[in-house]
């Protein structure tokens, strides 16, 4: 059974008695492209998501033809001189929309079809945990192309994916990535048939589920504050964390399932 958070607008929110969130982009007739109404409604589903106890996964897709197309351009050009204005609205929502996914203790799952561009697709297929892509989806950068610069932490998390000098190509020369490319390259866990998106995305949340939420939480965070950090800097928080969790009821659960020799049943606690 699901619980329906936000069941109308330009983003959409459900959640299920096993604690899987799927959050979708619903302005399908944009190409889901972001404007100011459907980042704050963004931010409001991932917060909800924040407040939700015993949230295991959160699944991230698009309604329609494509996953997110990037920043609504009609709208950014019907600004005017305005525009300035508008855009610092709206990055200022995407950037604490990432953060919220990035500090989010379930893993994000994303699932791409179509086309994920500029910050709004590509941005947030680079601030994902995990993402499976159809193998027609489309990738591209694309913001120095209309004389902007990536955001939604992508000179981070970019580099950080498929190293600088790719990365540096990617944001200067806008390539159309395939699917298989952008596999390639580092920026998706996987690639699978068209019409086995949703098959694929289920089995990965699935496997997630089983797996143990403080330590899932501990990893993902521990993988996102290492950016950019020193090994030995990072050696002190590792060490304090597995302290931390061998003292849980699923840590003694995971050692007794390996002595055992039966599968674990994770709770949370």
């Known amino acids: 059974m699901s619980e329906q958070l936000m069941g109308s607008?330009?983003?959409?929110?459900?959640?299920?008695?096993?604690?899987v969130a799927r959050l979708r982009l619903n302005r399908p007739e944009a190409s889901n492209g972001l404007d100011v109404p459907l980042l704050r409604a963004f931010y409001d589903a991932v917060m909800a998501c924040h407040s939700r106890p015993g949230l295991r996964v959160l699944v991230l897709s698009g309604e329609g033809r494509h996953f997110c197309a990037g920043g609504d351009v009609k709208t950014f050009a019907s600004k005017g001189e305005g525009l300035p204005d508008y855009l610092r609205e709206a990055t200022s929502w995407l950037q604490i929309v990432v953060q919220g996914l990035l500090n989010l203790p379930a893993p994000v799952v994303t699932s791409v079809q179509g086309f994920a561009a500029g910050g709004g697709g590509f941005g947030l297929v680079c601030a994902s945990d995990l993402v499976v892509a159809a193998e027609s989806a489309k990738f591209l950068g694309g913001a120095t192309r209309v004389g902007m610069a990536p955001d939604a932490g992508t000179t981070v998390t970019l580099p950080a994916l498929v190293g600088l000098r790719k990365a540096l190509e990617i944001a200067l020369t806008n390539p159309?990535?395939?699917?298989?490319?952008?596999?390639?390259?580092?920026?998706?866990?996987?690639?699978?048939?068209?019409?086995?998106?949703?098959?694929?995305?289920?089995?990965?949340?699935?496997?997630?589920?089983?797996?143990?939420?403080?330590?899932?939480?501990?990893?993902?965070?521990?993988?996102?504050?290492?950016?950019?950090?020193?090994?030995?800097?990072?050696?002190?928080?590792?060490?304090?964390?597995?302290?931390?969790?061998?003292?849980?009821?699923?840590s003694l659960e995971g050692l007794a399932a390996v002595i055992e020799r039966r599968s674990p049943t994770f709770t949370g606690h």
Request: glycine fraction near 8%; charged fraction near 30%; charge should be negative.
């Open 9 to 19: 607008g330009p983003v959409l929110l459900d959640v299920d008695d096993r604690g």
């Open 176 to 250: 159309v990535l395939t699917a298989a490319e952008a596999l390639d390259l580092g920026l998706l866990t996987r690639v699978v048939p068209d019409d086995e998106l949703a098959k694929a995305t289920d089995e990965l949340v699935d496997r997630l589920v089983e797996g143990a939420p403080l330590a899932l939480a501990a990893t993902k965070r521990l993988l996102w504050s290492g950016l950019g950090s020193r090994v030995e800097a990072q050696l002190p928080e590792e060490a304090r964390t597995v302290a931390e969790l061998s003292g849980t009821a699923d």
